[in-house]
């Protein structure tokens, strides 16, 4: 399968590229860091004898999301893993016009997905990242963006994953035709700098907090799950099991 992978260079990035690497899967690196990614290529390189492609992308950014869709308009994808995301301590605004963390984690990569919808083979598979966080404020206004008056980094961040798991559940069944399947993952509590909240207790939360937290390869297994498996309109969890999207 040739699947392309968003914020590939990540701390959870890099695990899934390695494990469908190592499951003999070819992957387009995406990423904003063109050296991140090279340098992931060598790595990658170097354990597994194969080389994988690379791409610039930079999700706060359609124009760069058309760009990319561009380079691929002549690749035959099986699978799509969006693991690419933000959450932004202070709202601020990118080249979109539009609030970052609704932007990269919504706004984007719906858009990158319907572009690169006619590069899809039938019956390949197609995962967004969703988070717990979606279910934590249940009287939250549903709208596209955020005003910089009602910022929470949290509460951006849940909308973000709210959108985009419905936006999912409605995908796999637009898709159904073409036997492509859609599906998200919820990786859990992962040991990623976005643990970090950039406030006085974040030592104390790497002392008590980050020692119990999944550790990157296991959601990284949670992701290639999702991707491979032949059921769709489902959430995949960490460490196992999944349920149906709620639309």
């Known amino acids: 399968m040739k699947i392309l992978l968003t914020g590939a260079t990540g701390a959870i990035g890099k695990e899934i590229a390695k494990g469908l690497t190592a499951n003999g899967h070819n992957v387009i690196l995406a990423c904003r860091s063109e050296?991140?990614?090279a340098s992931l290529a060598y790595e990658i390189k170097a354990e597994y004898n194969t080389t994988p492609d690379t791409l610039m992308l930079d999700l706060a950014d359609s124009k760069s999301v058309k760009e990319a869709a561009g380079k691929l308009s002549h690749v035959r994808l099986d699978?799509?893993?969006?693991?690419?995301?933000?959450?932004?301590?202070?709202?601020?605004?990118?080249?979109?016009?539009r609030e970052d963390t609704m932007n990269v984690n919504y706004h984007n990569t719906r858009l990158l997905t319907e572009l690169l919808l006619p590069a899809l083979n039938d019956g390949a598979g197609v995962v967004f990242t969703t988070s717990a966080t979606r279910t934590w404020f249940p009287f939250q206004?549903?709208?596209d963006d955020i005003p910089a008056d009602c910022y929470g980094r949290l509460k951006a961040y849940a909308?973000?994953?709210?959108?985009?798991?419905?936006?999912?559940?409605?995908?796999?069944?637009?898709?159904?035709?073409?036997?492509?399947r859609v599906n998200c993952t919820d990786?859990?509590?992962?040991?990623?700098?976005?643990l970090s909240m950039g406030k006085w207790f974040d030592p104390l939360?790497?002392?008590f907090f980050r020692p119990f937290c999944f550790k990157p390869r296991r959601a990284a297994k949670t992701a290639i799950r999702a991707v491979t498996s032949n059921r769709t309109g489902r959430i995949?969890?960490?460490p196992w099991g999944s349920e149906k999207i709620k639309v």
């Open 159 to 180: 909308l973000s994953k709210k959108l985009i798991t419905r936006y999912a559940g409605h995908l796999s069944e637009e898709l159904k035709g073409r036997d492509i």
């Open 141 to 143: 206004k549903i709208t």
């Open 187 to 194: 990786p859990g509590v992962v040991d990623t700098p976005m």
């Open 236 to 238: 995949f969890l960490t």
């Open 205 to 207: 939360t790497d002392i």
């Open 79 to 97: 699978g799509i893993i969006h693991n690419a995301g933000v959450m932004n301590g202070q709202y601020r605004t990118g080249p979109d016009g």
């Open 35 to 37: 050296w991140k990614a």
